[in-house]
């Protein structure tokens, strides 16, 4: 099982920007998809974006004109960056890793990393 880890977070005030980093560990063939997804209080967990290994994207609607998202394939590491944020982006953002194991397929997420925007 591929095992991720976070980093970045925190309070950040209402136009700033947040950067995130994510980890993977553990993985045997290489990981097809990385990326993001978060979770606000009360509600569902939503994509953010998400980046294959040859470099196509899928970004959610709301957040797709303010998000950058960059892989180290070599280093199994993905990162976010979303600029001019907004209180609704309040989440838990959860790092997100599928592809190929023994036997099948995986789909893992990270522990999670708060981000609080408010001033």
């Known amino acids: 099982q591929v095992q991720l880890v976070e980093s970045g977070g925190g309070l950040v005030q209402p136009g700033g920007s947040l950067r995130l980093s994510c980890t993977a560990s553990?993985?045997?063939?290489?990981?097809?998809?990385m990326g993001w997804y978060r979770q606000a209080p009360g509600k569902q967990r939503e994509l953010v974006g998400t980046?294959?290994?040859?470099?196509?994207?899928t970004f959610a609607d709301p957040v797709k004109n303010r998000l950058t998202i960059r892989r180290d394939n070599a280093q199994n590491a993905v990162y976010l960056q979303m600029d001019n944020l907004k209180p609704e982006d309040t989440a838990v953002y959860y790092c997100y890793a599928n592809g190929l194991r023994v036997g099948g397929r995986y789909t893992s997420y990270g522990p999670g990393t708060q981000v609080t925007v408010s001033s």
């Open positions: 553990g993985s045997i063939f290489p990981i097809e998809t």
């Open positions: 980046m294959a290994r040859g470099g196509s994207t």
